[in-house]
């Protein structure tokens, strides 16, 4: 089992930055991938990061260039957000998946680990 607790969400204005941190639990001397979602009311959750055991780093589209996400020795994942616009406004889940694999990171069916969210509301 791998217990993840999510923290630094908040407001912050378009063009602002935050960094989420995601601290991990339990069966961490495993490899593992972890990985940053959203989820906006009434819609899919989607994939935003990953990085995988060997720091391997992958993102999506709309997030590329201004998202950073990037783990410690400590089992914690961040997820360094520059340049916010409203429509980064929802939910923010980490994720972590055991094994070595990089595919499907994108795939939420594919982590078996979540934490609770954060809220990241972004003004314009």
């Known amino acids: 089992q791998v217990q993840l607790v999510e923290s630094g969400g908040g407001l912050v204005q378009a063009g602002g930055s935050l960094r989420l941190s995601c601290a991990a639990s339990g069966r961490t001397f495993s490899p593992y991938t972890m990985g940053w979602f959203r989820q906006a009311p009434g819609k899919e959750r989607e994939f935003v990061a990953a990085?995988?055991?060997?720091?391997?780093t992958y993102y999506a589209d709309s997030v590329k260039g201004r998202f950073t996400i990037s783990r410690d020795a400590k089992n914690t994942v961040y997820l360094q957000m520059n340049s916010l616009k409203a429509e980064d406004t929802t939910v923010y889940y980490c994720a972590a998946r055991l094994g070595i694999t990089a595919q499907n990171l994108g795939i939420m069916a594919s982590y078996q680990y979540w934490g609770q969210g954060t809220q990241v509301t972004v003004s314009s």
């Open positions: 990085i995988s055991w060997n720091r391997s």
